[in-house]
């Protein structure tokens, strides 16, 4: 086999969003064995039959089904569902796709070779996941050009409009987004302590873990010496983020690197602040070629005061961009002397205005893809 797993019609899917653990059908002994030792490391507590469930219900109730190759011919005659995963371990036996087909498995899974992946998906239906955030990152064209501002803002407005949300710090050299909403000595975990993080990270583990400001959940980065993490563990905790829903905000630094890369790839956006400058332009011009070649959807937010000859429409025109909109400036933000209020939190203000227009759309459009 090319690959520890195949699918034979579509993807699973969590069957009625009910979260929990899976049932598992098998008189295999030592099959049972690994099962219930995958399911201690997902952890999720599963349910055991030899057959079909007497109970009403309890075959389609599961959200996720663990067939044994043994227990194949016990539920050909169950109802068609999704979620149905055939695992065996002869990975020479060609019988098993027929099997598959026989009791609408989504997939065949051969174990030892399939484990990490059933780890995954075991996991994913004790979490009870859903849609997955939609995942934006801000950078700026040039240096100041207001990327960490707007993405503040983005986070601010988001969790005012009730989403899950979290704002992602991914900038060591930036000072810290914590800074920035007040919230520098709040309890949680910073970047550091997820250096380690490799394979999975629960999502909800992870969300409980942060630091909450303003109704949001914000992984910075501490005023430590490390300025990078394993790009490993940059994809575990986007993953795990990206899993728990709603909105996902990331501040993106201005030089890349691979743990950068692994954010760029993982976005379903990119928003791209330019000042309306010339040079401002030229920069961001080759900030863009970047970051294209990543995101598969970028777009430019121009911030004034405007050079002669320059407006918002002109700027996304030079950089062959979508124009997602003008970037306004909010006084408040910029008086220097004692600690205001983040950006974004004045729900009247232009900035909020922006920002929540931008969500409608966004959102918008996600619901229609």
Known sequence: MESVTAAVTHEPQPTGGRPGGPL???EDEALLDDLLRLCAAAGATPEVHHGVPEQRGGWEAAPLVLVGDDAAHRVRG????????????????????????????????????????????????????G???????VIGGRGGAGASTLACALAVTSAREGLRTLLVDADPLGGGLDVLLGGESAEGLRWPAFAASRGRVGGGALE???????????LSWDRGDRIAVPPQAVRAVLAAARRRGGTVVVDLPRRFDDGVAEILSQLDLAILVVPAELRA??????????????VRDLRVVVRGPYEPGLDDEEVARLLGLPHAGEMPVESALLRPQGRRNPPGSAERG????????????ALTQEGAT
């Open 24 to 26: 598992i059908v098998t």
């Open 78 to 129: 169950a109802a068609r569902r999704r979620g149905v995963v055939l695992v065996g371990r002869d990975q020479d036996d060609s019988g098993v796709w027929k099997r598959a087909v026989e009791i609408g498995a989504d997939h065949v899974l051969m174990l030892p070779d399939g484990e990490q992946w059933l780890v995954d998906r075991i996991a994913d239906v004790a979490e009870g996941v």
């Open 131 to 137: 849609r997955p955030a939609l995942t934006v990152g």
């Open 208 to 218: 409980e873990s942060l630091p909450e400001l303003h109704s949001l959940r914000v």
């Open 281 to 294: 332009v030229a920069a961001a011009g080759r900030m863009a070629s970047a970051v294209g070649m990543l």
């Open 350 to 361: 232009p900035l909020a205005r922006f920002c929540k227009e931008f969500w409608e759309r």
